[in-house]
C-alpha cells in the first residue's frame, strides 16, 4: 500500500505556498483519492471524462480539473463537473464548451494548451497560433473565461533540461496576460508534473499537476 500522506508531505515541502497543486488521480480509486482530500488536497486532476465520471460520487467534496485532451462531444458530462479545464486546443473545442456552459447559465474557466515552438505534438498548438485563438476565443465565447496556458514538457532525463521550454512558455503567459479583456483574468500557469515540477516551479509555475509522485506509479 502507497505511503499517500507520506508522498504528499514530500511534495508538497517542494512547493511553495503560492503554487496550487493539483493531485493527478488518474487509475487512482475513490479511496485513495480521499485520503489525499483528508490531507488537505483542494484540487484534484483527470485526464479521461469516463474518469471523471464513474468517480464523482465517490469522491469527497474537492475541485475537479479536467487535464487530458478532450473530446467536443463528451464536454456535456463534465460541465457543471470540473473547475477549470486545462486542455483547451482549439475555437471548435471553445465553442462546444462555450455552448454547454451556456445551457448551465454558468461560465467556465479554461486554460490554452501551448507546445514549444518547437515541438511537433499531436496536442496543444504553436506560440503563433495561440494569441489567434485566444483572440478568437474571446470574440465568440460568451461563456468562457481564459484563466492561463497549460503545458506538458517534452519528456527529458534531466528536468533541469526542460527548463528552457517552461521559460518560453511562461514567456507567453506574461505576454498573453497583458491582453485586456473582461473574459481573460489570467491567474495560472499549469506546468510541471511528477519528474520535473521543480524545475517548472523555478520557471514561474504557479499550478503543478502531479500523480505518481503522491499516489504511486500507475497500474493500467
Ligand atoms: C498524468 C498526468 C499528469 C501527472 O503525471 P505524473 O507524472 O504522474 O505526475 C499531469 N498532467 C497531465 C496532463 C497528465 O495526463
Known sequence: ?????????????NIPEDVLLVAVTKTHTPQE???A???GVTDIGEN?????????DHVKPVRWHLIGHLQTNKVKYIIDKVCLIHSVDSLKLAKEIDKRAAQHDLTMDILIQVNAAEEESKFGITTD???GLIHEILDTCEHVRIKGLM?????VDDPEDARPFFREVKEQYDKFGAIEHERLDFQY????MSHDYQA?????????????????????
Open 48 to 56: 479521461k471524462v469516463q474518469e471523471i465520471l464513474d468517480k464523482y
Open 37 to 39: 482530500i483528508d490531507e
Open 151 to 155: 503545458c506538458i514538457a517534452p519528456m
Open 129 to 131: 497560433e495561440t494569441e
Open 200 to 220: 517548472a516551479i523555478k520557471e514561474g509555475a504557479n499550478l503543478v499537476r502531479v500523480g505518481s509522485a503522491i499516489f504511486g506509479t500507475r497500474v493500467y
Open 33 to 35: 483519492i480521499n485520503i
Open 1 to 13: 500500500m502507497e505511503d499517500i500522506k507520506g508522498n504528499l508531505a514530500a511534495v508538497r515541502a
Open 189 to 192: 500557469l499549469s506546468m510541471g
